[in-house]
């Protein structure tokens, strides 16, 4: 019988891309305030290339530089400070790194909210399962994230990756997730939309597994391979319902 659900909460729970959106839009327009004579392209793509190193989608360059990370605020910081280096600015105010690290950091927490429905889901489901959430990324980024749903009063637990010892997809979170929620693998499903994370971790785990693909194809090479897909979370409600008559059939 399925007792316990595991989601995933960047683009499963949460609408993620939507607040980085709207943050990306504000930190270009405090670059623009920054450094009035630069135009709003180079705004636009100063905050683009900021939100794929936070991502750590880095070149080599940057690697070898902000690597490894053991203070993730200071990361960003001198992410800016190289960004803004390559991009040969050299009039820079006094605490304008700050600034923009801030005002990111700031409007994405500000937008940040479950996709549409999910909130209400998530109340009604509590009555059936044992819900716990399991969120890759260090502490800096998530522990804001989860404070602004108050996750803690959604779910019956949660486990940020950059907490524990391994992050998705390695075994050992599930197994501490399955632990907390005191059940089998088999009597869990984890929910989520990275193939490489969630999936693969479900899968080494021994654990059923939904994929929210967001409308990708699974690749045919793909070694992660998911029990159920699903295209967005607005279907989540309706497999869950499926999935539950299935687990308590005799």
């Not at 019988?1 to 499963?12: P, Q, R």
């Not at 070149?59 to 001198?78: A, G, H, I, M």
């Not at 700031?106 to 399991?134: K, M």
Request: net charge negative; proline share 5%.
């Amino acid at each position: 019988m399925l007792k316990t659900l595991l989601l995933d909460l960047d683009e499963t729970l949460c609408d993620t891309t939507g607040a980085n959106n709207k943050a990306l839009r504000m930190m270009a327009e405090k670059f623009c305030q920054l450094f009035p004579a630069l135009s709003e392209e180079e705004g636009t793509a100063f905050s683009q290339r900021y939100l794929k190193g936070i991502y750590r989608e880095l070149n080599e360059s940057y690697q070898q530089k902000l690597l490894p990370v053991t203070n993730e605020e200071q990361f960003r910081l001198s992410l800016i400070s190289l960004i803004l280096d390559d991009m040969s600015i050299t009039d820079i105010p006094e605490g304008a790194e700050s600034v923009l690290q801030q005002c990111f950091d700031d409007a994405r927490t500000a937008f940040f909210d479950f996709f549409p429905g999910i909130e209400t889901w998530l109340a009604s489901l509590r009555e059936h399962f044992t819900l716990g959430v399991i969120t890759n990324g260090p502490e800096f980024s998530q522990r804001v994230k989860v404070e602004r749903v108050n996750l803690k009063n959604r779910v019956d637990f949660f486990l940020i990756g950059g907490l524990e010892p391994e992050q998705k997809p390695a075994k050992s979170i599930f197994e501490k997730a399955l632990r907390l929620a005191n059940c089998e693998k088999h009597q869990a499903l984890h929910i989520g939309d990275s193939l490489a994370a969630d999936i693969q971790g479900a899968n080494n785990a021994g654990i059923d597994s939904v994929w929210i693909s967001h409308g990708q194809e699974l690749p045919d090479n793909s070694s992660a391979q998911p029990t159920h897909i699903i295209e967005t979370p607005f279907q989540l409600p309706e497999l869950i319902k499926q999935l539950k008559r299935v687990s308590e059939a005799p």
